[in-house]
């Protein structure tokens, strides 16, 4: 059974970062692409990252570029999402999903999704 499972996200303030954590089970992620998306009250889902596990290529969107990084670590079966530099408007519930071809941020080429994480950036 495929399974994604978020972790890592909470309160910081601005300017604070957060390391979010996509565990992934039921299959080897290393086949496959990961992508973190996010979504905050009353805005539509939003791609923030993606990653080709098996030769490591990213994407990220120009929204989050130089101050987020996406990587994965094969053995563990789990993808990361370094936030630095975090701003009230990173604020959202941020997805990990998986897709079995290509890579980037078209939300609609996900297959499998995990519950969320929140992410809080406030004073």
């Known amino acids: 059974q495929v399974q994604l499972v978020e972790s890592g996200g909470g309160l910081v303030q601005p300017g604070g970062s957060l390391r979010l954590s996509c565990d992934a089970s039921g299959f080897t992620l290393g086949y496959y692409a990961i992508g973190w998306f996010r979504q905050a009250p009353g805005k539509e889902r939003e791609g923030v990252s993606s990653?080709?596990?098996?030769?490591?290529?990213?994407y990220h969107a120009d929204s989050v570029k130089g101050r987020f990084t996406i990587s994965r670590d094969k053995a563990k079966n789990t993808v990361y999402l370094q936030m630095n530099s975090l701003r009230p408007e990173d604020t959202a519930v941020y997805y990990c999903a998986s897709r079995t071809s290509g890579w980037g941020i078209d939300a609609t080429a996900y297959d499998y999704w995990g519950q969320g994480t929140q992410v809080t950036v406030s004073s």
């Open positions: 990653i080709r596990v098996f030769d490591g290529s990213t």
